[in-house]
């Protein structure tokens, strides 16, 4: 359990709760989990709350939450950060940061949790790839409990994948300047909670045509 007071009052700040060095060698699957809830006291000024993760070399936001939006009642956050831990050392982050503290009367982080499984929300196992004129078509059978599905792709099946976006529905389209040039392997992950900090990739699908092995 994490708490992060108004007092002693704060403003133009950025204050980080960071982990100690986390090992997943020899993990395929990596799933972060927490609970977050805000309790706010104004809108006048902006707080905000991030979660980051590290990769080794750089530090990437998986999402965040503003006091703008009011008091947040305990919400349930999964992410599958595998892109990011998997095979390597890795660090979580919370970074509070905003205008001024005295406008929050506190954030309160929970139940925060690493492991190899998701026992929240199953996994994306029946992923259909089809090309088209323009680029590939993905689809999926949606998750119950998912709220937004990370989009990945890599050139090689063992190598890395780097996240293209997210989407909001269980299919979707992807023109040929976001794929790797000479060939492309995709993986989805399912999530909730608040978007990750990544591109929409959400549009209406396009027809598919020619298949090709996923």
């Known amino acids: 359990y994490a708490y992060f007071s108004w007092y002693p009052e704060i403003s133009n700040y950025s204050s980080a709760l960071t982990s100690n060095d986390l090992d997943a060698t020899g993990m395929s699957s990596v799933y972060f989990n927490f609970d977050l809830f805000l309790d706010n006291y104004t809108t006048s000024a902006e707080n ?8 080794g070399m750089s530090w990437f936001a998986l999402g965040s939450y503003t006091s703008l939006d009011e008091s947040l009642n305990w919400t ?8 990011y831990a998997s095979n390597r050392l ?3 982050r919370f970074v509070a940061s905003g205008e001024d503290s005295y406008q929050i009367n506190g954030w309160n ?3 925060i949790s690493l492991s190899d499984s998701n026992a929240g929300i199953d996994p994306v196992t029946d992923l259909s790839i089809e090309r088209f004129y323009a680029g590939v078509y993905l689809d999926w059978t949606g998750v119950t409990g998912a709220i937004w599905y990370i989009i990945y792709a ?35 992950s399912a999530g909730s909670g608040a978007p990750p900090d990544l591109p929409n990739l959400s ?12």
């Not at 349930?76 to 892109?83: E, L, N, P, Q």
């Not at 063992?158 to 993986?187: H, I, T």
């Open 109 to 111: 982080i929970d139940n």
């Open 48 to 55: 905000v709350m991030t979660w980051e993760i590290w990769d």
């Open 76 to 83: 349930a956050y999964s992410y599958d950060v595998s892109a």
């Open 154 to 188: 890599s050139e090689e099946p063992y190598g890395s994948f780097d996240p293209l976006g997210y989407v909001e529905y269980s299919d979707v389209s992807l023109p040929e300047y976001l794929l790797p040039e000479d060939k492309a392997f995709f993986k989805v």
């Open 90 to 92: 890795f660090k979580i």
């Open 203 to 214: 549009a209406p699908a396009t027809k598919k045509s020619k298949k090709i092995n996923p």
